[in-house]
């Protein structure tokens, strides 16, 4: 069910933007998504995550991340043809139940989207429930091997996360916008949050632009994003 192909750059690019105005999954649709990955025990594996794009990526590309040594990330548009040398970590939903990346990352740790029968059962509970509820132009499924709360800032064509103990600022302020849960394996609790913009401004093409405390740390980043 998951595909290996990723959704093509022009598809991706109509993904909406997060800004102001945006108002993401309500405490009862996290609820009914949380409860298929409790009922099938894949807290371990899989999380929920708002489908959005960072920005808009150049044709025949994909957007891929690369962390460095203390826990930052580099989002940027490598090309399509690379794909196989990255990891899907989020997956769109489509139509027929399948699951497609459109995001990526050069982790080599193991891989939990193996279509063991236990997996694939929960995957189709979940497709299912996606579709049926009208929630596919809002969710996709995030493959869970990260589970730090970050921040993140975007400029023109890079993206980059700071963990919230290097961003210098409470995470969770007035202005946060959650994008990412997870939940704990065996708990009976609600839904932990694991990512969140803080946007700035209308809804434009950096529309979920942010000033880090950290800003002198970006310029270094971005001038090497693969190979820190």
């Not at 099938?40 to 960072?54: A, N």
């Not at 493959?143 to 709360?149: N, R, S």
């Amino acid at each position: 069910m998951f595909l290996r192909e990723p959704l093509s750059s022009s598809t991706y690019n109509t993904l909406p933007l997060i800004n102001d105005n945006t108002v993401t999954l309500s405490p009862d649709e996290l609820a009914l998504l949380g409860n298929i990955i409790k009922k099938h025990g894949m807290e371990d594996r899989f999380g929920v995550h708002y489908l959005h794009r960072h920005f808009a990526i150049p044709t025949g590309h994909i957007l891929a991340s690369s962390a460095t040594a203390s826990g930052v990330e580099i989002h940027v548009p490598v090309a399509s043809s690379e794909h196989e040398h990255y990891r899907g970590t989020h997956y769109i939903i489509n139509s027929d139940g399948t699951f497609q990346p459109y995001e990526f990352d050069d982790t080599m740790e193991a891989d939990k989207t193996s279509g063991t029968a236990a997996v694939n059962e929960f995957l189709k509970n979940f497709a299912d429930t996606v579709l049926a509820h009208g929630l596919h132009n809002q969710v996709a499924l995030r493959i869970d091997h990260d589970q730090m709360l970050r921040r993140e800032v975007t400029g023109e064509g890079w993206t980059v996360h700071f963990p919230c103990n290097m961003a210098g600022a409470k995470c969770l302020d007035q202005a946060s916008i959650p994008v990412g849960w997870k939940w704990e394996a065996g708990g009976a609790g609600a839904a932990k949050t694991v990512g969140i913009w803080t946007p700035s401004g209308a809804n434009k093409e950096t529309g979920h632009n942010v000033t880090p405390t950290a800003s002198g740390d970006i310029e270094p980043l971005i001038a090497r994003p693969m190979t820190l």
